[in-house]
């Protein structure tokens, strides 16, 4: 099995550092402007040149992760810095809310009603922050997570469309990211902040979102944590409970919790069996939990995301438990994925496939897909597989 992890380590070390990262190094970055385009075609060419604030701030992460963990390449610094600049002056409204979308020039396009803005400019100042030293990053990380937090129990503000009181629903985005985000800023904050931060992200994820009697994780809840029947709260979405498992792992594996592990990888295995195309291959992207339609008219679409989130939590799994299903899974999310998302014509990935596994979309960028969870997931799956090489070595010696 030695060779055999020798060979995924680096392909997926390579496919990062010699194809990704160098795709939106050439092809991303607007030299008149600042900043980045997202909006890439299949080779590369912009397209479209609004910047979605939470793809700003995605990539701003990505550079300064990578400086941090990788290598201290001034190149990769110097190309989250100038994005952050641009951000810095651009990105927020006067009370600290990060807008949605900007111009190319950095005028307000789209008003700030996404609460996942703020978490990805949390994230991207706090990585640069560890990159850099700058304490005006730390502050901008560190004011912007609490403005998350004060804005947790009613994301939207004036911008929510619900009518009051009617069906009062919460949803399952913003604990799952808090249960991440919280890891990330950990140095930046008040411990008991981050302490009381992943007990309550574990206790919404595990208990409230996860419904045992079904082993799944749903998207949408009642105010008190109940079933709610009706298209929102029937709606699973396998790559969010996926991705979000291996963020419980982490916790789980900070916190010394192996039984908070053994969970999250038994829901996680029931989620992937779930979702998995029995017909087609490959995971759905929606799913009824009673078998109705589903809302979402792209429910059987195949994206990157959720492969490349799922491929990490097996990974995860196998790495913290050792259960031979996991890395049974991660082989066979691994065929897929490397057979119908990467392109080896012009770098980078697909974002969308029909049901067929067909490519629906050339674009490698756009205003959902950006410079994120293919280098993470690249990232993560290298350092996992060389975590579980040096293990069975130490077994083997």
């Keep these: 099995m030695q060779s055999t992890l020798e060979n995924y380590i680096q392909q997926y070390r390579d496919n990062l550092l010699d194809d990704v990262i160098p795709f939106w190094l050439k092809n991303s970055f607007d030299q008149e402007f600042g900043g980045f385009f997202t909006c890439l075609d299949r080779t590369g060419k912009v397209y479209d040149t609004d910047k979605f604030v939470w793809l700003q701030n995605r990539q701003i992460w990505c550079f300064s992760m990578l400086y941090n963990q990788v290598e201290k390449k001034q190149e990769w610094l110097d190309f989250a810095i100038q994005g952050a600049e641009f951000m810095k002056a651009h990105g927020r409204d006067k009370d600290g809310n990060w807008y949605f979308a900007l111009t190319r ?10 609460i996942f803005s703020d978490c990805f400019a949390s994230m991207a100042y706090a990585q640069l922050y560890m990159a850099t030293g700058n304490e005006e990053y730390a502050k901008i990380a560190v004011d912007t997570f609490h ?8 994301s939207k503000g004036i911008y929510n469309k619900s009518y009051p009181g009617t069906r009062p629903i919460q949803g399952f985005s913003l604990p799952m990211i808090l249960s991440n985000l919280v890891l990330e800023l950990e140095t930046l904050l008040d411990p008991e902040l981050v302490e009381s931060t992943m007990k309550n992200a574990i206790k919404s994820v595990m208990e409230v979102f996860y419904q045992s009697e079904l082993g799944l994780i749903l998207e949408n809840v009642s105010d008190k944590g109940e079933f709610v029947d009706c298209f929102e709260g029937r709606v699973i979405n396998p790559g969010h409970g996926l991705e979000a498992m291996w963020f419980i ?6 916190m010394s919790d192996p039984k908070l592990i053994r969970k999250a990888v038994d829901i996680s295995l029931n989620i992937l069996e779930y979702g ?3 017909e087609y291959q490959g995971i759905l992207y929606f799913k009824d939990v009673k078998g109705a339609p589903p809302l979402q008219l792209e429910w059987d679409q195949k994206l990157w995301w959720v492969h490349v989130e799922t491929m990490v939590c097996m990974l995860k799994g196998y790495m913290y438990t050792g259960d031979q299903r996991c890395w049974d899974w991660f082989e066979k999310v691994h065929a897929y994925s490397w057979s119908h998302f990467a392109d080896s014509e012009h770098g980078e990935w697909f974002g969308y496939l029909n049901r067929r596994g067909e490519v629906l979309s050339p ?4 205003k959902w897909k950006g410079c994120f969870h293919v280098p993470r997931g690249l990232y993560q799956c290298w350092k996992v597989l060389e975590t579980i090489k040096e ?4 077994l083997t010696v």
């Design 363 to 366: 674009a490698k960028g756009g």
């Design 105 to 114: 020039t950095g005028a307000p396009l789209v008003q700030p009603h996404s």
């Design 147 to 154: 403005n998350i937090l004060k804005k947790q129990e009613n």
């Design 276 to 278: 998995w195309d029995k």
């Design 249 to 254: 792992m982490d916790l789980g594996n900070k």
């Design 391 to 394: 293990k069975q070595s130490t």
